[in-house]
């Protein structure tokens, strides 16, 4: 069920990236002086650890490009590095030069521009979505960096300029709109600039669940972020948790719900019947995927390239194990009684016993997985392919599926399930075979979860937690987010 954080497709180019995760960049080539049409994007992380984390190069600088979708796609990888690096030290930037220098479509983190306005503001690039009280960027020039130069307003509502900006690069917080396109306006005394489209995202919005007999639980992210649980046959949703700091990645065992939040660094619990939330780490560098196991959380650091755990059982925060330090892609962890499956050094899918040391490549396979799912016998995960591979170890066996980029993986006792990055479900039998659509064009999917009888879906395009039969059919809404476009 664990999903990386991608730039979207252009089905959801419009949503907003909700979690850390790999980089990818859509190249349509590289090299060459590039036509006039094309666009490049140029970075530098500069000792950034989450520009380096998310970077499946392995460079710490680089160009990619032309750019797949042009100036909108270079612009969606600027939007990805605004809200999952720092910036600075990071440095990034997209311009029609295959070497850098070209001409600007806006640039983020680069040098200066000073503190003074020498002309009208424009506008080379904004973040073009974000939800109340989160940060976007915008790149142009004569910007102003305080509210005594000037001032940015969003949807006609003031958005706080925040500090340390440049007149050529300044952040803003979104302010408290309703849900919606409208414009980004930048006004100084000496004229304004308009960003047109700019989309408030819903302030709730769904990220990962698990399912129960009984329920669906899934966490939200941005503003309020929260913990939330419906019946699997929809009714009245019930809250958990609320005030979190950019809840992620969601576990259960049979009593309680296991998130991170990586804003806060933190691991809680709280009562699947509700009741009092219980943190059991603290100071975490940006914890992302979680499994529980045998009365253990497991979880992975995405700035610490760590996996750790602490006592389910824990009362309050816990000094966590430190199980192995060679995590290169935070973004899927499983865990059962042959150990810890996770993505390690080399692009490989690894594994390490439970009580931690040094992990091994569990694949010759080299295909970093988006997600990961396991079962008693079988440990499934893909990219360009889905593959699996007994948890007794041995060859790896793919099932040559020709659709790209697996977002999330499910599975039950008959069939692997699976999204891509348009918007559909599909299963496939565990053995291999056949691929189904159930769900053609459902959403923007961020995870999966399944039973014997349906499979359980987060859509953040529509702010909403859905499901459909394991054998396809209608999809039904379960719950649907307050505040939808």
Known sequence: MNRRTRIPSPLVA??????????????GGSGGGGSSGDWYYHWSCNGDSGCLSTNPTGQASGTSGPISGGQVGCNELMTFGNKFWNIP?????????????????GSDGGSGGGGTLSGPPTIGYATPSGAPGTKVAVAGTNLPTTASSGSVTICGANATIAANGTTANIAVVVPTVAAGSCALVVTTALGSATYPTFTVDNAHLPFQLVVDPSNVYWTEQEQGGSVKKVGINGGAVTTLATGLSQAMFIAQDAS???????????????PKAGGTVTTLATGLKQPYAIAVYGGTVYFTEMSGSSVKSVPASATGPTTPTILTSDVSAANAIAVNGTGIYYFCTGNQLCRVGLSGGTGSAFSSVNDQGVSMAIDASQVYWGYRDLHRTTVAGGATTSYGVPYSQYDALAVNTSSLFFSDGYGNVFSVPLAGGTVTTLAPTSGAFMSL?????????????????????????????????????
């Open 449 to 485: 979860a399944a039973d014997n009888t349906s499979v359980y879906w987060t859509d953040e395009a529509h702010a909403s937690v859905k499901k459909v039969a394991a054998t396809g059919g209608t999809v039904t809404v379960l719950a649907t987010s307050p505040n939808v476009p």
């Open 14 to 27: 419009a949503v907003s990236l909700a979690v850390a995760g790999a980089l990818v960049f859509a190249c």
């Open 256 to 270: 309680y719900v296991y998130w991170t939040e990586s804003g806060g660094g933190t691991v809680k619990k709280v």
């Open 89 to 105: 030290p990071a440095t990034q930037s997209c311009d029609n030069s295959s070497t850098g220098g070209g001409t600007d479509g």
